[in-house]
């Protein structure tokens, strides 16, 4: 079947605007594709979660992504960000997803709206509201009357507002298909027979609902028939549907993976997220979407748990902060180039006919006519061989393929791309970046802070009193990460005499505590124990009669991901008392506790920019540090548009408030000494702890300020710290991207951008005078200021440790300044012409180069 890709005619409004994005059209699906206004397509989407940036942060991150190649964004609908208390719903800042979506439709992209309303996402109890477990007879996630009710009515309420916004493809929007549930396939065997009959029940709500697109189930083998069931993973390529009717979707393609405190950073190879990528769309795949195209940030109490951190960059295309993070955007984007080249042969066929070329060598070729010329065909070489290079014969002519890689070829005969070859590594087999970010001090925080001490125990009328221990979450409803735990001990001359005699000590222990607990005597702080339902044996000191005990329960973020996330709850589990007495020991849940929800401060909300009661004093430096005490100050913000962060490295543990709007916990918490990698070899399967970074630092010293949360002067800084830190280093910082590297050789493609503009009125491409180029530029608002290093030969060494090798063409900086100094972006050609002659006959020359960016006065651009 010949089927000709469609043309779609924009029209690009305002987002506030109620007109349509789109002439009106369908979308359907076949066996092969999504199927858009009657035409097949290959569609390439970036993951974006609203919430997890700001609303003035959108219009940028989605230009990028389109930019990047991007057909479509990608979203979760988050249930407890819109509906935290129950009945009332709030569309407005960071979680006006109307206004994200239109975003979307006047950018020119679609959306998938993934509604769940279940989402994991490392997201603060999986999406869920916490209300939703104080429902009568209430279980998450099958087939109960209770859950199904609220969840229908969430999902509903989401449909319908996208329906009366006009939305829907169909009527214009930008929303081309829809999921209901999340990875429920992983859970569906806990639940037995009423797992089953609950994803029944999921699907037929979900069509119910009239959206009038497609819905998907990802992870969902079992998924009914009129649903497309989905591959999540870090390689998809032989995921297959279960139904030949069905297209093969790949809605999370993990490019990176999240960090927990205390954690190393992982990172994904962009050679093996590009090889994940080409495997896909070669063996039959359709639509990929990157899980993270931008990851954000989890600000405030949003992040999952337990202990996942407040940046969620996931070493996505685009970094927390919306920089570029090279080489991987870039690569991506010329990948994506390289597969739109190959849509009109994809699209048209049905299948691919597979050629084996060699043991672990195989290609996949797609012909638009079975028995036309190659100018309709399209064709995928890959090597799988994790080790070696490979040279194959196909349709007559010789190609070598690195390890682990795919080369495409739009015309069945010129390669355009391979996913192991790209400006950089230095070697094929290892992954370097691209980019050096300048992470510069640009200012401390004002010298003059005020504190105020955080109340240990009761610090309101509205405590309560009863017997026993109650669970974390029943109390604290989750408006807070701390619940007190208040009562006293009673201790006899009798028990100090036998404790000194026997020299014990004792101890307060507990089956099993998440995440963190504090223990008290008479106000001060005995012990601390950190993990997720771990058991608790903390010794204490008591003097002679009553004394008071405290424990103080915290938690670092709720369960996103499991089964009977209903009963996962918080606090304490099992028995707990006090050891070690000379009469027995103390059953600590059969006496009477006095419960408070919460801090004092957070009640009075004293990191607001409103007047309060809370009474601030100075602060001097021999008041540090201090244990459970607020601090504030005031300070200006940095000039120009680069994003801006707070280090806040100095610091123990706590949170953190700019201008009322909550930057999320921070935690100064080290990774291990070990485990981490000089060099990554992207060869071969990935996993989460395969490349990884950082250890022997503290997880997460920088925290993501919005400049949109910022004025020029007087932003109010309020920290709760809960372990003592020293608030005079905290500093303000700016993230950019101050030098940029590339190292091309004679040895790779033209650029991909060239392939595009080479094809012919019958479809040939023309390879006439084409030669490999280094593109360089700097990001938005810079200009390349000077070439630090340039050598076209034979250099050695990474990115900011270049040197000559050799061979060395001596017009090598003056070639490469004339070209790019005091420019935004500029291209060299890597011939020999270029640069005067042939430095060194019979050898692949490779151009290096490092160049320092810095901001141009002459360029416009608006604040982020």
Same mark, same amino acid.
């Given at each position: 079947m010949m089927m000709m890709m469609m043309m779609i005619h924009l029209s690009c409004v305002s987002s506030s605007s109620a007109s349509t994005f789109f002439k009106p059209f369908n979308v359907s699906y076949d066996h092969r594709a999504i199927i858009i206004d009657g035409n097949r397509r290959m569609l390439i989407s970036a993951g974006i979660h609203y919430p997890r940036a700001t609303p003035e942060m959108w219009p940028d991150l989605i230009a990028k992504s389109k930019e990047g190649g991007a057909d479509v964004i990608e979203t979760y609908v988050f249930w407890n960000a819109h509906e935290s208390i129950r009945g009332q719903y709030n569309f407005k800042g960071k979680n006006d997803i109307v206004k994200f979506v239109k975003l979307v439709g006047s950018s020119g992209l679609y959306l998938h709206l993934r509604i769940g309303p279940y989402v994991c996402a490392e997201w603060n109890f999986g999406g869920f509201p916490v209300w939703l477990r104080d429902i009568p007879g209430i279980e998450?996630?099958?087939?109960?009357?209770?859950?199904?009710?609220?969840?229908?009515?969430? &999902?509903?309420?989401?449909?319908?507002?996208?329906?009366?916004?006009?939305?829907?493809?169909?009527?214009?929007?930008?929303?081309?298909?829809?999921?209901?549930?999340?990875?429920?396939?992983?859970?569906?065997?806990?639940? /037995?027979? @009423?797992?089953?009959?609950?994803?029944?029940?999921?699907?037929?709500?979900?069509?119910?609902?009239?959206?009038?697109?497609?819905?998907?189930? #990802?992870?969902?083998?079992?998924?009914?028939?009129?649903?497309?069931?989905? #591959?999540?993973?870090?390689?998809?390529?032989?995921?297959?549907?279960?139904?030949? %009717?069905?297209?093969?979707?790949?809605?999370?393609?993990?490019?990176?993976?999240? $960090?927990?405190?205390?954690?190393?950073?992982? !990172?994904?190879?962009?050679? *093996?997220?590009?090889?994940?990528?080409?495997?896909?769309? @070669?063996?039959?795949?359709?639509?990929? =979407?990157?899980?993270?195209?931008?990851?954000?940030? %989890?600000?405030?109490?949003?992040?999952?748990?337990?202990?996942?951190?407040?940046?969620? *960059?996931?070493?996505?295309?685009?970094d927390e902060y919306g920089l570029l993070s090279e080489p991987k955007w870039g690569h991506l984007k010329d990948l994506h180039a390289a597969i739109k080249l190959c849509e009109p042969a994809l699209v048209a066929a049905d299948s691919a006919q597979y050629i084996k070329l060699g043991q672990n060598q195989e290609a996949h070729v797609y012909r638009a006519n079975r028995y036309g010329s190659q100018s309709n065909c399209s064709a995928f070489l890959a090597n799988i061989d994790e080790h070696t290079a490979a040279s194959v014969t196909f349709l007559g002519q010789s190609y070598t393929l690195p390890p682990w890689s795919v080369s495409i070829l739009p015309d069945c005969r010129n390669t355009v791309f391979n996913t192991a070859k790209f400006s950089l590594p230095l070697s094929p087999n290892i992954s370097v970046p691209q980019q050096s970010m300048i992470e510069s001090k640009l200012s401390s925080t004002s010298k003059s802070w005020m504190t105020v001490k955080e109340p240990i125990g009761v610090w309101s009328e509205n405590n309560f009193t009863v017997q026993g221990i109650l669970e974390h979450l029943n109390v604290t409803k989750d408006y807070s990460d701390y619940l007190w735990h208040i009562t006293q001990i009673y201790v006899s001359d009798d028990d100090i005499s036998f404790w000194k005699t026997n020299e014990v000590r004792?101890? &307060? +222990?507990?089956?099993?505590?998440?995440?963190?607990?504090?223990?008290?005597?008479?106000?001060?702080? +005995?012990?601390?124990?950190?993990?997720?339902?771990?058991?608790?044996?903390?010794? &204490?000191?008591?003097?002679?009669?009553? %004394?008071?005990?405290?424990?103080?329960?915290?938690?670092? /973020?709720?369960?996103?991901?499991?089964?009977?996330?209903?009963?996962?709850?918080?606090?304490?589990?099992?028995?707990?008392?006090?050891?070690?007495?000379?009469?027995?020991?103390?059953?600590?849940?059969?006496?009477?506790?006095?419960?408070?929800?919460?801090?004092?401060?957070?009640?009075?909300?004293?990191?607001?920019?409103?007047?309060?009661?809370?009474?601030?004093?100075?602060?001097?430096?021999?008041?540090?540090?201090?244990?459970?005490?607020?601090?504030?100050?005031?300070?200006?913000?940095? *000039?120009?548009? *680069?994003?801006?962060?707070?280090?806040?490295?100095?610091?123990?543990?706590?949170?953190?408030?700019? =201008?009322? !709007? !909550?930057?999320?916990?921070?935690? $100064?918490? &080290?990774?291990?000494?070990?485990?981490?990698?000089?060099? #990554?070899?992207?060869?071969?399967?990935? %996993?989460?702890d395969k490349c990884t970074t950082n250890c022997g630092n503290p997880t997460q010293t920088w925290y993501h300020v919005p400049r949109s949360w910022l004025q020029a002067s007087n932003n109010l800084l309020v920290i709760f710290e809960e372990t003592g830190g020293n608030p005079f280093e905290i500093s303000v910082k700016l993230r950019s991207t101050r030098i940029v590297c590339e190292q091309v050789s004679e040895s790779h493609y033209p650029p991909v951008r060239k392939w595009s503009n080479s094809y012919s009125v019958d479809g040939k491409l023309s390879i006439n005078k084409m030669a490999p180029e280094m593109h360089l530029h700097c990001q938005d608002g810079y200009i390349i200021s000077s070439i630090e290093f340039a050598s076209y030969g034979t250099p050695q060494g990474r990115c900011q440790k270049f040197s000559r090798g050799n061979c060395h063409a001596p017009m090598s900086l003056s070639v490469v300044s004339e070209a790019c100094q005091g420019k935004s972006s500029c291209s060299i050609g890597i011939t020999n012409a270029v640069f005067g002659g042939d430095p060194c006959r019979g050898i692949v020359k490779t151009l290096a180069v490092e160049a320092r960016c810095i901001p141009s006065s002459n360029t416009g651009f608006s604040q982020i």
């Open positions: 998450f996630r099958t087939n109960n009357a209770p859950f199904k009710e609220e969840m229908q009515r969430f &999902v509903k309420k989401i449909v319908d507002l996208m329906r009366e916004e006009m939305l829907f493809s169909w009527q214009g929007g930008p929303i081309i298909m829809l999921q209901i549930e999340n990875e429920y396939g992983n859970m569906e065997s806990s639940y /037995g027979q @009423q797992g089953k009959d609950y994803v029944k029940w999921a699907a037929s709500m979900a069509l119910g609902l009239g959206a009038g697109v497609p819905w998907v189930m #990802c992870k969902q083998t079992d998924a009914p028939e009129n649903i497309i069931d989905a #591959c999540n993973g870090y390689y998809c390529d032989g995921y297959k549907p279960n139904s030949y %009717n069905k297209p093969t979707l790949w809605t999370e393609n993990w490019d990176g993976w999240y $960090t927990t405190w205390g954690g190393r950073l992982p !990172h994904r190879p962009v050679e *093996d997220l590009a090889f994940a990528v080409a495997r896909f769309f @070669q063996r039959g795949g359709s639509f990929m =979407n990157y899980y993270m195209y931008f990851g954000g940030t %989890n600000f405030g109490r949003t992040s999952g748990g337990p202990f996942y951190i407040t940046s969620y *960059d996931y070493d996505a295309p685009i004792p101890t &307060v +222990t507990i089956d099993s505590m998440r995440d963190v607990l504090r223990v008290f005597i008479n106000g001060q702080l +005995t012990g601390s124990v950190i993990g997720h339902w771990v058991k608790v044996v903390q010794p &204490v000191q008591f003097q002679s009669g009553y %004394n008071d005990l405290i424990l103080l329960s915290q938690t670092v /973020g709720l369960q996103n991901y499991g089964t009977f996330l209903e009963k996962d709850g918080a606090g304490f589990r099992g028995q707990v008392k006090l050891t070690g007495f000379k009469n027995g020991d103390i059953d600590l849940s059969k006496i009477l506790w006095t419960y408070q929800v919460g801090l004092k401060g957070e009640f009075q909300q004293i990191y607001s920019i409103e007047e309060n009661e809370a009474e601030w004093t100075d602060l001097t430096r021999d008041g540090i540090p201090s244990t459970f005490t607020w601090y504030k100050t005031y300070f200006d913000a940095p *000039d120009g548009i *680069d994003p801006v962060a707070l280090d806040l490295g100095s610091m123990g543990k706590g949170q953190a408030w700019v =201008n009322g !709007h !909550h930057i999320g916990r921070y935690w $100064t918490v &080290v990774a291990p000494k070990g485990g981490c990698q000089d060099t #990554c070899d992207y060869r071969g399967a990935y %996993n989460s």
